[in-house]
């Protein structure tokens, strides 16, 4: 089990965090893992301030457009100058919005100017990786922390900005209000070096929570 340390040390440090995980079971976060660091960049723009479902639909026509496969994260991916290559009112009508063409063409001129050193990301601290990625259009802090978990997989991120991460902690620590930045500190401090394992799970509890209540209410 590849994360076999951080679960035992998620369980002995915290018994919220030792309820969630015998509850969810064995951890998946990079079962996934996407190793084209420019793709992750560019479905992560597609993916801001929509559905999940709108997303993975224009993920597909932007794919289409290059004969890619958008299940597939290790086949075949246009590359930064094939992007730049095309005209942005093709990367319009598969469903872009006007800045996130533009997001999207600035992360491929970076990267193909080496500006954007998407190789040397994996050996760079968080904050240097963080601060690389928000230098680029549309690409914020949380888009650079889900980057560093699901693409880099650095295993220690604990994304303070991300809402899912925040009910979570709030109904598993039983707390009143939506957690500040101070106190989601203090919570996830017992976790290091595995906040990213211990965030996965936390983000699964509400899943799996929302899909058994979904499922008892289908049942009256």
């Known amino acids: 089990m590849p994360h076999a340390a951080a679960v035992r040390h998620l369980k002995r440090v915290d018994p919220v ?3 969630i995980v015998e509850s969810v079971g064995a951890c998946l976060l990079h079962t996934r893992r996407q190793p084209n660091r420019f793709r992750a960049l560019v479905e992560a ?25 958008p299940t597939n994260p290790r086949g075949k991916f246009p590359t ?10 093709r990367l319009r009508a598969v469903g872009l ?29 968080d904050e240097a990786v963080i601060e690389c990625l928000t230098a680029v ?33 709030r109904i598993a620590y039983k707390l009143r209000r939506t957690p500040s930045a101070d106190k989601m500190t203090r919570i996830g401090e017992p976790w290091r070096p595995y906040r990213s394992v211990a965030c996965w799970y936390l983000w699964r509890s509400r899943r799996d929570a929302t899909g058994k209540l979904r499922k008892t209410n289908r049942k009256k």
């Open 17 to 19: 965090m030792r309820r």
């Open 45 to 69: 723009i597609v993916a801001q301030q929509i559905a999940w479902q709108a997303a993975r639909t224009i993920f597909g026509r932007f794919c289409a457009l290059y004969g890619a496969n």
């Open 80 to 89: 930064p100058q094939q992007v730049l290559a095309t005209h942005p009112r």
């Open 97 to 125: 919005s006007r800045s996130k063409v533009a997001y999207i063409r600035d992360i491929a001129a970076r990267a193909a100017s080496g500006a954007l050193p998407l190789a040397r990301l994996g050996r760079m601290s």
């Open 137 to 169: 259009k549309g690409i914020g802090r949380w888009t650079a922390e889900m980057f560093l978990m699901f693409s880099v997989g650095h295993p220690d991120v604990l994304p303070l900005g991300d809402i899912g991460i925040q009910n979570a902690m």
